[in-house]
């Protein structure tokens, strides 16, 4: 495997692909990401320009042509960011069936949209590249490959054009743009999840949380904020998300709510066995979350200096993704939504290929026979992060501090 050769960042698409081909092809590929909004190329075993713009807009990427965005103005170059600057901003890498999440199913506000003042252009390129400059030994030019170039669409002419075409979703996305890019430190992500958590303790004391993602791996500013909670008592978490945003938008800090979700509530918190002759993109992480919009509320008339405009002293709005686990699965999810991508992917072929084993954030099943495994000792654990260290113990796997889950 020519791990030393530089590649750029590489989305796979999943198109034509059995699942073991499918991860053999991820095992050669070293800069591979799931995220396809951050990939500098998107390889495909595809071969016409028609199937590959259907790959784009079945994942919402709004492109237009290099030819035709030559002819007219290019965006204004102050609204571009190189792409080595950084990754997606959002900081989650959820571990589900299909692997670790990405921006756009995670965070339902576009991320083509975010990323359409920041990148560049795409490119989708025959497979045959990745497989030949493999033989070869070397990073081969793209430009007897490419099946298709295109540049992500001005977010000008998103607005003035198709409005009337985005989601309530999308619009909120636009709206927000300027706002919702700006990272969030940790004093304000402690501040946010200590709110959540103030909430959710107002209906029983018992609540825990463990704040996931970029700020448990110690990032100094992060793009989104991730909480996970939980309580010993299984009854507590039963279709609780809805009570607890309820409750925050009723205080004012939730301005919209994007995505509500209650489908492990719906079965009634039991985990699911897998069936092995699923097809891929039958996901189990299917924890109740929900998906917000957060903003501080307006400060009071005596905190307002008078000479400065209210709206400019308003904080921004802010991405914010709030997790409930049933407790006996909770050592999951906190692992689950606590390691950037690649430890993420590692993970999950570690438990494929080492213990038949198949991993995500809701729990952890049988490859031989489908069946629900408990390594967190039947729900007894006295904290969710005693849980999360019996899942290592349990995949025979020393302990992992979350500083040094980032081994991409």
Not at 304 to 321: G, I, L, N
Request: aromatic share 6%.
């Amino acid at each position: 495997m020519a791990t030393d050769l530089e590649f750029p960042l590489i989305f796979l698409l999943p198109t034509h692909l059995d699942a073991d081909r499918l991860h053999e092809l991820e095992e050669k590929i070293p800069s591979l990401t799931y995220d396809i909004q951050e990939a500098e190329v998107i390889l495909g075993n595809i071969s016409k320009r028609q199937r590959a713009l259907f790959e784009l807009r079945q994942r919402k990427l709004q492109t237009v042509p290099v030819e035709a965005a030559a002819e007219s103005q290019p965006p204004s170059s102050s609204c571009k960011r190189k792409r080595d600057e950084g990754p997606s901003d959002s900081d989650s890498s959820a571990c589900t069936e299909d692997g670790p999440r990405n921006g756009s199913a995670a965070w339902p506000i576009p991320q083509t949209l975010l990323k359409s003042l920041e990148a560049d252009i795409v490119r989708v390129v025959k497979l045959n590249w990745l497989t030949e400059s493999l033989d070869q030994g070397r990073v081969l030019p793209l430009r007897d490959f490419v099946i298709y170039e295109g540049r992500w669409r001005d977010l000008d002419d998103i607005v003035e054009y198709g409005w009337d075409d985005l989601s309530r979703v999308q619009q909120i996305g636009v709206k927000f743009y300027e706002e919702l890019k700006l990272k969030i430190t940790r004093v304000e992500v402690e501040s946010i999840a200590n709110t959540i958590l103030k909430h959710a303790r107002k209906f029983s004391p018992g609540y825990q949380m463990v704040v996931v993602g970029g700020y448990r791996r110690g990032k100094h500013n992060s793009g989104d904020v991730d909480v996970i909670i939980s309580h010993p008592d299984e009854c507590a978490t039963l279709n609780f998300v809805e009570k607890l945003v309820v409750s925050l938008e009723k205080s004012g800090q939730i301005t919209h709510t994007l995505t509500l979700s209650n489908n492990n509530s719906e079965r009634g918190q039991r985990p699911l066995s897998w069936d092995g002759n699923q097809g891929r993109g039958v996901g189990f992480d299917t924890l109740d979350k929900a998906l917000v919009v957060w903003q501080e509320p307006e400060m009071s008339d005596r905190g307002r200096s008078s000479s400065v405009d209210s709206a400019s002293q308003r904080p921004p709005h802010r991405r914010v993704d709030i997790i409930i686990s049933p407790w006996k699965t909770v050592g999951c999810a906190v692992l689950g939504w606590s390691g950037d991508t690649t430890f993420q992917r590692d993970l999950r072929r570690y438990c494929k290929k080492q213990r038949d084993l198949k991993f995500d954030s809701s729990g952890i099943r049988s490859r031989l026979d489908g069946s629900w495994l408990d390594l967190e000792g039947n729900g007894k654990a006295p904290d969710m992060l005693t849980a999360e260290r019996r899942v290592f113990e349990g995949l025979g796997l020393d302990w992992v501090r979350p500083e040094d889950r980032c081994t991409g």
